[in-house]
């Protein structure tokens, strides 16, 4: 086993969790055992904090950070909290709504949908489960989450980190060009979204910036840090740590940019990487 400290950065949608929303027990074992053996290891999520489940922060982490670097957090202490501005979110709303297409806003506090958002998302849940016990499990949990979606609020009352939108009409390229200005654009990293949702980050502000946070506030040479993604949202995560994983879910351009690939969540794909780098005992 390396007995050097090393510093880990893992995402959540299709590495942590699998695409049904699950966590393999491998990667709870392998978190819990690399902490144990002295190693540091962080959330790095496109997530707000309100959508890390219990069950997700319950495994144990030394800090996070949330809303693909908008939002950084070690124990009570709030070391980054970037928020958009009124006429950005004005702008998200004008742009939409009279297209029809339903979008959120995260904050650390809550989500903001626009008025059909709930019943969109059900939709496009309904439409990827097939399988009876996968879709009792999302009525647990995730329509739980869809349920808390406030659309009836308004979001310039909090400190809004991001914006997701849900099965546009309009393609990638066309809503880049709309929103140059103010946001870096994305295919959505939740695969049950579809092909046609995407993710819009504050310019600027990714994963990577939200690790140096880290990085200064715990002394940690950025030579000392692994990472492990398997999205659109972790291409800069990913070439900016010391090594950066793919997982094996992951699309080509991820891929790419990492120095090595490991397996998909079920198939252990957290553990066998720790164990390749000596972060737990084989």
């Known amino acids: 086993m390396d007995n050097r400290p090393r510093a880990v950065f893992l995402d959540v949608d299709g590495t942590l969790v699998d695409a049904a929303g699950r966590i393999p027990a491998s990667a709870r074992t392998a978190v819990r ?14 997530r707000s904090l309100v959508e890390l489940w219990p069950e997700i922060l319950d495994i144990g982490f030394d800090g996070l950070v949330a809303a693909a670097g908008a939002y950084v957090q070690v124990g009570d202490e709030v070391l980054r909290h970037d928020h958009l501005d009124a006429a950005a979110i004005g702008h998200v709303r004008d742009f939409f709504d009279p297209l029809g297409v339903q979008y959120y806003f995260q904050a650390s506090d809550g989500i903001f949908g626009s008025p059909g958002v709930r019943e969109k998302l059900r939709e ?15 009525e647990r949990g995730l329509f739980g989450f869809i349920d808390s979606i406030r659309v009836d609020a308004d979001p310039l009352a909090t400190r809004i980190t991001k914006a997701i939108y849900l099965d546009s009409s309009v393609p990638l390229d066309g809503i880049r060009q709309e929103f140059s200005c103010n946001f870096d654009i994305i295919p959505s990293s939740v695969p049950m979204f579809g092909p046609n ?5 504050l310019a600027g502000v990714h994963k990577a910036t939200g690790i140096d946070v880290l990085l200064e506030r715990f002394g940690i040479d950025r030579a000392d840090t692994i990472a492990l993604g398997d999205s659109y949202n972790d291409l800069e995560m990913l070439a900016h740590v010391g090594v950066g994983i793919a997982m094996g879910n992951a699309p080509g351009p991820v891929r790419d940019v990492a120095d090595e690939v490991t397996a998909a969540p079920d198939d ?15």
């Open 268 to 282: 252990d794909g957290i553990l066998l990487a720790f164990l390749r780098h000596g972060l737990i005992d084989g």
């Open 197 to 201: 949702s995407g993710e819009m980050m």
């Open 124 to 138: 496009l849940i309904f439409g990827w489960v097939a399988d009876d016990d996968l879709l009792a499990e999302f």
């Open 33 to 46: 055992e690399a902490r144990a053996n002295g190693h540091q290891v962080f959330l790095c999520t496109g």
